[in-house]
T-cell receptor, first 114, second 111 residues
Framework: EPEVTQTPSHQVTQMGQEVILRCVPISNHLYFYWYRQILGQKVEFLVSFYNNEISEKSEIFDDQFSVERPDGSNFTLKIRSTKLEDSAMYFC????????????FGSGTRLTVV | DQQVKQNSPSLSVQEGRISILNCDYTNSMFDYFLWYKKYPAEGPTFLISISSIKDKNEDGRFTVFLNKSAKHLSLHIVPSQPGDSAVYFCAASEGTYKYIFGTGTRLKVLA
């Protein structure tokens, strides 16, 4: 099954700075997702993106967050002004290839806000 | 509000024995359930799934059981191997497009 590639694998940023996390999920998929996992906690849903629009977002996904699919293959998550509590692993996901349900996740980006 | 709960944060099992990981959920509308395995510094990897029309699904050493009346599912790994040591997440969805994950259970298989 084609992989989901995320870059960078680790990003350290100053509080208040903007970060962009990137995902290459393969261009012929319609559904994409961002999840995050704060260290030792559950994997939390952030946002789903269908046909180039946000289809659902959680209460975590406030005005500081945005998603885009700028060129039809890359899928980005932007955090405009990072806070310490944004430190987490961020996972991009798409629906599993040829399957009715379940996700294929990327390897994640570890974001550390200092 | 935790809709999907894994009450055991960790579990240790001897190699060759059965590992049983448990998961409870509160939303009776959930109709798809998944188990994911996660190694450190990697994304979660799909392991096995079950839909609400079934009560058991088996794939090699992995079997998932669903008890809808108790809103409970479990993952059985038989026989357990050291390479199974990882964090296991259960996830549930209403429909197939958005999954709610539990907090995970860290399984350690002792050689």
């Amino acid at each position: 099954e084609p992989e989901v590639t995320q870059t960078p694998s680790h990003q350290v940023t100053q509080m208040g700075q903007e970060v962009i996390l990137r995902c290459v999920p393969i261009s012929n998929h319609l559904y994409f997702y961002w999840y995050r996992q704060i260290l030792g906690q559950k994997v939390e849903f952030l946002v789903s993106f269908y046909n180039n629009e946000i289809s659902e977002k959680s209460e975590i996904f406030d005005d500081q967050f945005s998603v885009e699919r700028p060129d039809g293959s890359n899928f980005t998550l932007k955090i405009r002004s990072t806070k310490l509590e944004d430190s987490a692993m961020y996972f991009c996901a798409r629906l599993r290839e040829g399957k009715l349900y379940g996700y294929t996740f990327g390897s994640g980006t570890r974001l550390t806000v200092v | 509000d935790q809709q999907v709960k894994q009450n055991s944060p960790s579990l240790s099992v001897q190699e060759g024995r059965i590992s049983i990981l448990n998961c409870d959920y509160t939303n009776s509308m959930f109709d798809y359930f998944l188990w994911y395995k996660k190694y450190p510094a990697e994304g979660p990897t799909f392991l096995i799934s079950i839909s609400s029309i079934k009560d058991k699904n088996e794939d090699g050493r992995f079997t998932v059981f669903l008890n809808k009346s108790a809103k409970h599912l479990s993952l059985h790994i038989v026989p357990s191997q050291p390479g199974d040591s990882a964090v296991y997440f259960c996830a549930a969805s209403e429909g197939t497009y958005k999954y709610i994950f539990g907090t995970g259970t860290r399984l350690k298989v002792l050689a």
